[in-house]
């Protein structure tokens, strides 16, 4: 554990990702509200989440490739710069033509983002040898008291400098993203073998071999149900929670208390994945995650609605936290990493595009809570179609 320390590189991911949700944390409370207040329509402002869905595939489909040809350093030192002024775009939109057009190229920009430091932030643990449900375990409890600092103090600000303030503190944390990649990149790490950047597979090469891989197959059924209770969060949660709140502060004190949860538990969960398997804590994290949806979609009371959201942020942790992570450390070659990680990115964004619509369409008519229902039964039914496939026989297994 003590040459993590020493890894500047992988130092600086784990700020950048830490940083990365902190910027979501502030986001999620008030950009519905925002939409709103521009388009003075629900439906048409849940459009804008599905249109990012789209941009995040194409992003993840082309920087990939990009990645493969090129690297991983500079493509991921280019979108950096350019989410700089995106934020600010944003903040200036007075259309929601406008607000779909800058949030398909942020959208794009941060799925490239995501994807490069996705796979650098793997290949570099995966040196680590059985400690890589520790260190997604430290990382994600990092993230998730960033999520949790950002929730808070969104709607802190957004009461008192108004909904627009977000996005200037979204253009300070973006300036700092860029310098500490700027800074740290300068440091390699010897112990890496680097794969010539011709011999990196495909996309195709990559669906191949999740094809033939069940953990990688059951994994692709599971973050079809986690990417429609995730994709439709931002949507549905701050308008079930401000419907009883009806305020904005404690709107995002009780989206905060998410990652407060997950926060403490990570670290714990990490340990036990190493101890225990994947596998355990995915299957039970997936069935926390699907109660706790449900429990949230019936609550009629505020501390009701907290306990729900604060049971969700543990399921969250156990189902799409370290044992996710591990899972592809432990499953996926380091030649197929980028395309394997674009590929998982592209088919949940998919599933954001299809779920968001939906959802869009489902909240002209109905209200958020009936939706949340939905969204449980996904999970449940992904759950059990995920353990059918991983009983049968592993292809990639000689």
Sequence with gaps: MGETLKNKRLIALF??????????????????????EISHNSSLSSYAFA????????????????ANRFGRDKPLKFLLIFNIFVPILYSSIYSILQAYGIKFAWAFSLAGVGTIAGALIQQEVSLLKNYEGVLFGILYSLESAAGALGAILSGFIADKFGLTS?????FIISILQLLII???FGFKNKNIVHVKFEKKGNLIDGAKFIWMNNELRSRFILITAYGISWDTKAILYPLVIFQIAMSNTLTGAILGTQGIVAMIVLPYIGKLVDRVGYSKIISFGYAILGLAILFLSLAPKLWMVWLAVSLV??????????AMSTLEVKNIPENLRNSVIALHRIYSNIIGVAATLLIGLFLSNN????????????????????QGVC????????
């Design 367 to 386: 209200n958020p809570q009936k939706a949340l229902i939905f969204v449980a039964l996904s999970i449940f039914f992904a759950m059990l179609l995920a």
């Design 313 to 322: 942020a543990v399921g969250e942790a156990c189902s799409n936290g370290p």
């Design 166 to 170: 977000i996005f200037y503190c979204v």
């Design 51 to 66: 249109i990012s869905t789209i941009a995040s595939m194409l992003g993840a489909i082309i920087i990939s490739q990009i």
């Design 15 to 36: 700020l950048l990702s830490i940083l990365s949700v902190l910027t979501g944390g502030l986001l999620v409370p008030i950009e519905m509200r925002f939409l709103n």
């Design 182 to 184: 700027s800074v740290c």
């Design 391 to 398: 009983k049968e026989k592993d292809k990639t297994i000689a």
